[in-house]
């Protein structure tokens, strides 16, 4: 297949593009680098001994972006360009509106003008509202608390209803819970600008001396140790799951919402101490207070996309941990440093 994958450059997109050109599928990136760095493609492709076609500019460029839908005929799309960070969409909610959302309807219109019908996107788990039980299905109830988890829930909606109106669109929305780890390669990985806010970025720059100490947010949750409790997977696993879910779209029609998680829930300090295991590093920590906004508990079931994609997560949280830690290790500075 050609796929043409928005958002391609940045850290889940880097290892879908890997895995799609290790497939022997045809890739094609389009990505502003606003939260990336060229360094990845480069080494996406040296890793794949392969070569992808990179375009760099804003996706809501329509011009440029009709230009590389006639200069490739694509067969799909893999739709992962989107600002992600929680905390700043709340300090700039306007941006992260037009940012998300331009994105998705500049897309849909070129792709209507190109007669191209499949698309994956990139949503969360953030869309669920809070409050649900777990393991949290598809048909839970949805709502978000902050501006950059509307922009997920909109972009699926905008998305249900284009299948709606269009027989010949495919649609696969899939919600994502915590992507960690890195290509076991060591050669791409996260690569957070400025101070890290989610959990594994924090660790591994804290192992590495460049932080001083972890704070774990809250330790009296109702959860086994007091901590929160997350459904972490490893990118690679996810990667692969969006091969699986453009298999399923070229073999079906309208649109369907599936979970990428493992099933699996694992506290702060579960993965703290498997990532002090696994790697012989110590990782300072003192306990602070809850971080507003969070929850005790969050998993999936990933029941839908074991019948629907033929798709399950296979690494578990060693490998993850090792992974990250060794994504971190030979790249201090992350791409930066190269
Ligand atoms: P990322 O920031 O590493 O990747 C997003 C990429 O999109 C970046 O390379 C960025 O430069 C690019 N981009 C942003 N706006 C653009 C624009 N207007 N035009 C062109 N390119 C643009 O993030 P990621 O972690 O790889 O996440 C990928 C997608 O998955 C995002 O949509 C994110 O919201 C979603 N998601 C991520 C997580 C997570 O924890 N990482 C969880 C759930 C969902
Ligand atoms: C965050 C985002 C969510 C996004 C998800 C996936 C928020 C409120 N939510 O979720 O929208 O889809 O990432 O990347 O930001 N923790 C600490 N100390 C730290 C950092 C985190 O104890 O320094 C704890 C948190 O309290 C939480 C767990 O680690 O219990 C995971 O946190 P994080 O990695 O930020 O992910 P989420 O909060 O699940």
Redesign the pocket.
């Known amino acids: 297949m050609k796929v043409l994958v928005t958002g391609g450059a940045g850290y889940i997109g880097s290892h879908t593009c890997l895995e799609l050109l290790q497939a022997g599928h045809e890739v094609v990136v389009v990505d502003n680098l606003r939260n990336a760095d060229r360094q990845a493609l480069t080494r996406v492709m040296e890793l794949a001994g392969r070569e992808l076609a990179f375009y760099q500019f804003d996706l809501r460029d329509e011009e440029q972006l009709a230009r590389v839908f006639y200069a490739h005929r694509m067969d799909s799309v893999i739709h992962f360009a989107g600002l992600k960070a929680?905390?700043e969409s709340v300090s700039i909610p306007l941006e992260y509106y037009a940012n998300n959302l331009g994105c998705t309807l500049a897309l849909c219109r070129q792709m209507a003008a190109h007669g191209v019908h499949d698309v994956i996107f990139s949503s969360?788990?953030?869309v669920y509202e809070q409050g649900n039980r777990m393991p949290l299905r598809e048909e839970a109830r949805l709502g978000c608390t902050n501006p950059?988890?509307w922009t997920k829930f909109m972009g699926e909606q905008i998305l249900r209803d284009a299948a709606a109106a269009d027989s010949r669109l495919s649609v696969v929305l899939l919600r994502y819970f915590?992507?960690i780890g890195a290509h076991p390669s060591g050669r791409i990985g996260e690569d957070p600008a400025g101070i890290p806010?989610?959990?594994?970025p924090?660790i591994t720059q804290t192992a590495l001396g460049r932080l001083e100490r972890?704070?774990?947010?809250?330790d009296d949750y109702d959860t086994p140790d007091g901590?929160?409790v997350?459904d972490y997977i490893h990118v690679v696993d996810l990667a692969q799951g969006h091969l699986k879910a453009l298999d399923y779209a070229a073999a079906h029609r309208g649109a369907v919402a599936i979970n990428l998680g493992t099933g699996q829930g694992y506290s702060?300090l579960d993965i703290l101490h498997a990532f002090e295991k696994v790697n012989r590093v110590k990782v300072p920590y003192v306990v602070g207070p809850r971080?507003p906004?969070?929850i005790a508990t969050?998993y999936a079931d990933p029941g839908l996309a074991r019948e629907l994609l033929g798709w399950q997560a296979r690494l578990g949280i060693e490998d993850m941990c090792r992974d990250a830690w060794r994504w971190q290790k030979n790249n201090p500075q992350g791409y930066r440093g190269a």
């Open positions: 929680v905390g969360s788990a953030t950059y988890g915590n992507p806010n989610n959990l594994l924090y972890l704070t774990v947010h809250g901590t929160g997350r702060v971080r906004g969070d969050v």
